[in-house]
Structure formats: structure tokens, C-alpha cells
């Protein structure tokens, strides 16, 4: 671990500070429902134009590290969701409504940028620690962040806002001083792809891609269909809260050892396992709501993620040829996060008309994907090997 770039362990301790003082994405929509006393459907708007941008600038937002430096638009749009959050208590609705899509795209950008300078800080091929040091940190700063939002909005929900947006501010202060400054983006050549021509010519990326959409989809059951489902079978609200920590907790523990141990084993193939065991954990649920049922299922859906998350963010990475970082940074976020928006309709249509069926069809979905990350291991085409050559030469630890 002491070879990792000073440059990754500065954005690592940056995640986790960002993490611990985010509040505005867990206690937004009760804030708009409370102190602004919005009705629920216009609350829902607002809140879900948040995640709209999010949505679009984790597709789209690495075009502007690409093209104008990671460091330069991490600084820019960090400043811009710092000040934009600072100003919501105070915000008119109607600007509220104009705003929220605006700082998640800034928001979702800044992500972008940041992960693309991780990856560039380290050669190809060696980046699934320094993904997991990101993670660790990030998930670190979670376990403060949620119960410390919860205080603060008991006592005035004013606070959350000005509290994340000055942790922001204050972020993107010490990461301009202890960031080195970026050269400008080198001149592409006149053979440089663009994005999308570069993903259609990999068609390992075109079978995995798919799969983290249908994964993601699964995976976020757990934030939506889980806690209804085992509150309708008489489990407690606090067996769903001892999931949550359980996960959160192992992942912190156990998620770095697992990356340094399984390091040079081929991606795809940890991928696949993990896309699996995410399945067996969900089908487990399906089994019954005893407690010790849902912890079995807790702990195997978690080693799945454990293996499959930094393993997937590292792999795509290494696909990316070096004016593409950002882009492809922002298509696997996208991709991988794309379960926010379609998690909640698909699994709760599925609940209400067979809910027996929700976590049998979870289990097949999610060993499916393992079969197709397996499967594009074995289609790459000899266009795919050019991108991870060019992707395979060490980036200067300083530049973007």
C-alpha cells in the first residue's frame, strides 16, 4: 500500500470528509415535506430532478475533464455544488425546482473527475487498490455522515445545508492546495477516437456494460424493496438498520484485504463471482424472514459486492484509452448507478403482482450478469487490444 500515489490518498481523505458532512441526498425530500411544507408530488419532483442530473453528469460530465484538465473541472464544479447547497435554505421554490437538477450534474461531474484522477495517478492494470482505498474512505465517511445529518436536522434542518455546503468548500480548498497542478490535456492525434466509437469497437465492454445496469438494478433492491418486504413479514425496523450496518461494516473490513489478495486474478472472472453471489444473497431472501436468514443473505449479497465493485470501476478503467479516462470513468458511474432510477419502479411493480417472485427472478437476473461478465472475457477482438495497450502506459502520477 505504501506505493499508492500521495495524489490517491489526498482525494481518499477528501471522499471521506465530503462523506461524513454530505446530508442534502439522504434528508432532502423531508426537509421539502417539513420546514418547506411542499406538497408530497412536488417534493418528489425536486428531489428526483437531483437525481436526473446525477444521472446525466455521471454519462456525460467526463467530456469536460477530458478536454479541459480532472483537476480544473473537479475545482469548478465542487465550488459551484459547495455554494449552490449553502444557498438552499434561502432559495425561492421555483429556483429550487430550476437548481436541484444543476448541482446533481455538478455534483455527479465532480465525481467523474475525481475518480478519473485516481485512475490516472497509477499504470493500468494496477488501479483495483487504489479504487478500493477511494471506496473504504467513502464508506468510512457514511457511517458519520447519515446519523450526524439526523441530529442536526432534530435540532434546525438549516444547519445540514450550510454545514455540507462549507465541508464542500472547504474540501475543494485543501484539494487546490495539496492536488499538483495538471498540464493541459495533451493534443489528441488525428486518429483519436471518440467515446462511443471507441466502446462499439470493444465488445468485451458491450457484454459487460449490459450486465452492471442489470446488477445495479438488483443491488438496489436493498434500498427499496428489502425494508418493505420485511416489514410486511413482521421484522422490525431495527433487523433492517443491523443489514445496513452489517454490510457497510464488512465492507470497510474486509474490502481492501480482499482487492490487495485477489489483485492479479483475472477481472472478469471476480466480477462474474460477485454478480453471482449478489444473486445467491437475494435468493436467499426469498427463502423466509427469519433473522439469521437475512444476515446469511446480508453477508453473501456483501462479498459479492465486496468482489465485484472495485474490481468493475478498475476493469473499465483499464479499457479506457488515455484521452477517454473521464468518459469512461463517467460511463461505468452511470451505468453502475443506473439501479437508483430504475430499482424502485421495476422491483416495486414486481412486489405488488408476485411478490413471491421478486427474489427468485433478483437471483436469476443477477447470475445472469455473472454469465456475461464471464462471457466477454472470451469476446474481445483484436480492436479491443489497441485501447488497453494505450491504456497499459503509466500516466504521470501529477498529470490528469
Known amino acids: 500500500m505504501r506505493d499508492i500515489p500521495r495524489i490517491v490518498w489526498t482525494l481518499a481523505a477528501g471522499r471521506f470528509v465530503n462523506a461524513a458532512g454530505t446530508f442534502m441526498y439522504f434528508y432532502l425530500f423531508l426537509y421539502l415535506t417539513g420546514p418547506r411544507d411542499l406538497p408530497i408530488g412536488f417534493a418528489g419532483l425536486i428531489s ?4 436526473a442530473g446525477m444521472l446525466v453528469g455521471n454519462f456525460t460530465g467526463g467530456w469536460f475533464g477530458d478536454h479541459f484538465g480532472h483537476r480544473r473541472v473537479l475545482l469548478v464544479s465542487s465550488a459551484f455544488v459547495g455554494l449552490g447547497t ?7 421554490t421555483a429556483a429550487l425546482a430550476v437548481g436541484m437538477p444543476l448541482l ?37 465517511g457514511c457511517v458519520i455522515g447519515p446519523p450526524l445529518g439526523a441530529l ?6 438549516t444547519w445540514l445545508f450550510i454545514i455540507d455546503g462549507a465541508v464542500t468548500l472547504l474540501v475543494r480548498a ?7 497542478t495538471e498540464p493541459p490535456p495533451a493534443p489528441r492525434g488525428g486518429r483519436a477516437h471518440g467515446l462511443w466509437r471507441s466502446v462499439h469497437a470493444d ?6 456494460l449490459p450486465a452492471i445496469v442489470v446488477v445495479d438494478v438488483v443491488y438496489r433492491q436493498l434500498y427499496s424493496t428489502l425494508p418493505v418486504y420485511l416489514r410486511d413479514h413482521g421484522q422490525p425496523i431495527g433487523l433492517y438498520a443491523a443489514l445496513i450496518a ?12 480482499a482487492t490487495m489478495a485477489l489483485r492479479r486474478l483475472p477481472a472478469l472472472s471476480i466480477i462474474g463471482a460477485g454478480y453471482a453471489l449478489v444473486g445467491l444473497g437475494f435468493g436467499l431472501f426469498g427463502l423466509g424472514t427469519a433473522s439469521w436468514l437475512a444476515v446469511a443473505a446480508m453477508v453473501v ?3 459479492g459486492e465486496i468482489l465485484y465493485k472495485t474490481t468493475a470501476t478498475a476493469h473499465v478503467l483499464d479499457a479506457a484509452p488515455p484521452h477517454l479516462v473521464g468518459q469512461y470513468q463517467g460511463l461505468y458511474t452511470g451505468a453502475a448507478t443506473s439501479g437508483s432510477m430504475l430499482a424502485p419502479p421495476l422491483g416495486a411493480f414486481v412486489y405488488s403482482v408476485a411478490p413471491a417472485a421478486l427474489w427468485p427472478l433478483c437471483a436469476v437476473a443477477a447470475i445472469g450478469a455473472g454469465v456475461l461478465a464471464w462471457r466477454s472475457a472470451r469476446v474481445a477482438t483484436p480492436r479491443h487490444e489497441p485501447a488497453l495497450a494505450a491504456a497499459s502506459d503509466p500516466a504521470p502520477k501529477a498529470a490528469a
Do not use: C, H, K
Request: glycine fraction near 12%.
Open 246 to 257: 452489517l454490510g457497510s461494516g464488512m465492507i470497510l473490513i474486509l474490502e481492501i484485504p
Open 174 to 180: 485543501a484539494t487546490a492546495r495539496l492536488l499538483p
Open 152 to 157: 442536526l436536522s432534530a435540532y434546525d434542518f
Open 104 to 140: 446533481g450534474y455538478a455534483g455527479a461531474t465532480s465525481g467523474v473527475s475525481q475518480g478519473a484522477l485516481v485512475a490516472l495517478a497509477v499504470p493500468a492494470g494496477d488501479r483495483r487498490r487504489s479504487v478500493a482505498v477511494t471506496r473504504a474512505a467513502f464508506n468510512a
Open 203 to 208: 465488445r468485451a465492454l458491450l457484454f459487460l
Open 48 to 51: 428526483g430532478g437531483l437525481g
Open 86 to 92: 449553502l444557498a438552499i435554505p434561502w432559495l425561492p
Open 301 to 303: 449479497l456483501t462479498v
